[in-house]
């Protein structure tokens, strides 16, 4: 990385912006460069991607609504089997099970994804507060995290969700992230407890960069490595956590699809419609192995102790 602190002339500002910018971008090219050479995270990304263009398509994609009932094609309550109009067969409702697969991952999906958010929202600012001031803030963050930390999440949402007479995915996307919040901000403090003492802070500083701008610019940018990890991790969480409030019929409800759902409303005809059961949990299976392959390849990518180019 050029080193602009020798230079025999003054650095202006926009000097000081344009190195910081093409240092930046050089450093996310050389990640971008060790990503590609991990093939399971790149096979993880490519099957991530197909599974959410083709979910969040839905609507223009499936074949049919994914509340319509087509009961005279199941006159005894048995599910269809896979074939004809009915690409995956249907359920004991004779609703298209290809259309709520495509739907169910949209409510999955998004419920790992928003709850990252939340967490990912909360967690940074704050994180950024406790490491870079100290002091009574960090205190009071701190202990603020301990207190999440011991709050068991999964048996608050059943506890939420059983006593409440509409159970919502809106309350269970906001349970997760805000009780998920905690293991970012420890990581974006321990990073901003290391870096607020290098140099590059303190050229900031003596430039006469309000505080907003040396953490949000200089310095939570180097501290996103472990962040970036977590996120990836923690939406294979909230899609498996989802999957099993809505197993346990605290979740999504009907007729609202979701994989796990799916996957408790398919138990009942596992003899003799397995399919109904074992879609929906590979589903959940490739995406949380694509989902968890990305984060070993983020991992590797930006691991500084990693020389390979």
């Known amino acids: 990385m050029e080193d602009i602190t020798n230079s025999n002339h003054p650095i202006s500002i926009d000097e000081e912006e344009k190195f910081f910018s093409s240092n930046v971008e050089s450093f996310w090219r050389m990640v971008w460069n060790r990503f590609k050479k991990h093939k399971l995270a790149i096979a993880g990304l490519i099957v991530l991607g197909i599974m959410i263009v083709i ?18 094609d199941v006159p005894d309550g048995m599910p269809l089997r896979p074939g004809g109009k009915y690409i995956l067969g249907t359920d004991q409702l004779g609703r298209d099970f290809f259309t709520r697969c495509l739907y169910g991952g949209r409510i999955s999906l998004t419920v790992g994804i928003v709850s990252t958010m939340i967490a990912l929202a909360i967690g940074i600012p704050l994180g950024c507060i406790a490491g870079y001031y ?15 930390a011991c709050v068991p999440t999964f048996p608050l949402l059943l506890t939420l969700n059983a006593v409440l007479d509409n159970p919502s995915i809106y309350l269970v996307m906001a349970i997760i992230g805000i009780f998920g919040w905690g293991g970012v901000c420890r990581q974006v403090r321990a990073q901003f407890l290391t870096l607020k ?3 590059f802070v303190q050229a900031a500083e003596a430039l006469g960069y309000k505080d907003r701008k040396v953490i949000f610019k200089h310095i939570l940018p180097n501290a996103l ?18 999957s099993s409030l809505s197993y346990l019929g605290l979740g999504v409800q009907e007729p609202i699809p979701s994989w796990g759902a799916m996957l408790k409303a398919g138990k009942s005809f596992l003899r003799d419609r397995p399919h109904l059961c074992m879609i929906p949990g590979i589903l959940i299976l490739v995406v949380s192995l694509a989902l968890n392959f990305i984060g070993d390849g983020l991992r590797d990518a930006l691991d500084p102790r990693n020389t390979r180019n």
């Open 55 to 72: 979910c969040f398509l839905a609507p223009v994609i499936a074949p049919f609504p994914y509340e319509e009932l087509h009961l005279s």
């Open 134 to 148: 100290g002091g009574a803030a960090d205190m009071i963050i701190m202990r603020v995290v301990e207190f999440f």
């Open 197 to 199: 003492n290098q140099e």
């Open 225 to 242: 490595t472990p962040v970036i990890i977590i996120a990836t991790m923690s939406v294979a969480g909230g899609i498996l956590m989802e």
